[in-house]
């Protein structure tokens, strides 16, 4: 089965500094990636997304992802963090074909310090 | 383009009774997705409703169910709730179908359920 990993429920950054949040998947068969947004009180908004179109994902906001099969990671990076990036954010997977129901992971809570 | 909504935003229930959230998908989208969001747990997949079958079920009692209308609207229901069923309950719709899995899912804001 799919199944999803992030590194560190809590990571915390001081504005304008790099963005380094985890994510590894462990699969045989490269799945599609997502990678979804929480604000306080909202329901989970796309960032982005991997489908096998090209290992570089651009996202909303700034945000961006690296798919890299030899390390099974889709980490997400954003060069300088802004206060309005604090947040939870979800890193998911789904395998192709059929009914496949995408696996979440845990969230990483991200902080930033003014 | 209306978004995914959902109703009620929040709920005060008590233990045994029954509860039915209701969601209605973004136009044109099919599938529609419940999940539970309850604290410190993550993000838990319940239901995955497709052309109005019953596609996907998650790790849940019997006691969750739903269904999906002709016009692709879904309900949640929950009968003798239980103090553990507090949490938020997201709806989510994608479009596609025939388990298209590489389209994201599109969620509402939720249903903010507590158990007394």
């Known amino acids: 089965a799919q199944s999803v990993t992030q590194l560190g429920s809590h990571v915390s950054v001081s504005e304008g500094a790099l963005v380094l949040l985890r994510c590894n998947y462990s699969?045989?068969?490269?799945?599609?990636l997502f990678w979804y947004v929480q604000y306080p009180n909202q329901g989970l908004q796309l960032l982005l997304k991997y489908t096998s179109a090209a290992t570089l994902v651009k996202g909303i906001n700034g945000f961006e992802a690296e798919f890299k099969k030899s390390e099974t990671s889709f980490h997400l990076t954003k060069p300088s963090a802004h206060m309005s990036d604090a947040a939870e954010y979800f890193c998911?997977?789904?395998?192709?074909?059929?009914?496949?129901?995408?696996?979440f992971g845990t969230g990483t809570k991200l902080q930033v310090i003014p | 383009e209306a978004g995914v909504t959902q109703s009620p935003t929040h709920l005060i229930k008590t233990r045994g009774q029954q509860v039915t959230l209701r969601c209605s998908p973004i136009?044109?989208?099919?599938?529609v997705y419940w999940y539970q969001q309850a604290l410190g747990l993550g993000l838990q997949f319940l239901l995955w409703?497709?052309?109005?079958?019953?596609?996907n079920r998650g790790n849940f009692p019997p006691r969750f169910s739903g269904r999906q209308f002709p016009n692709y609207s879904s309900e949640l229901n929950v009968n003798a709730l239980e103090l553990e069923d507090s949490a938020l309950y997201l709806c989510?719709?994608?479009?596609?179908?025939?388990?298209?899995?590489?389209?994201?899912?599109?969620f509402g804001d939720g249903t903010r359920l507590s158990i007394l």
């Open positions: 136009s044109g989208h099919t599938s």
């Open positions: 998911a997977g789904v395998r192709s074909g059929g009914y496949q129901k995408v696996t």
């Open positions: 699969s045989s068969v490269p799945p599609y």
């Open positions: 409703y497709d052309e109005g079958e019953e596609r």
């Open positions: 989510a719709s994608s479009s596609g179908t025939g388990g298209t899995s590489n389209q994201p899912q599109h």
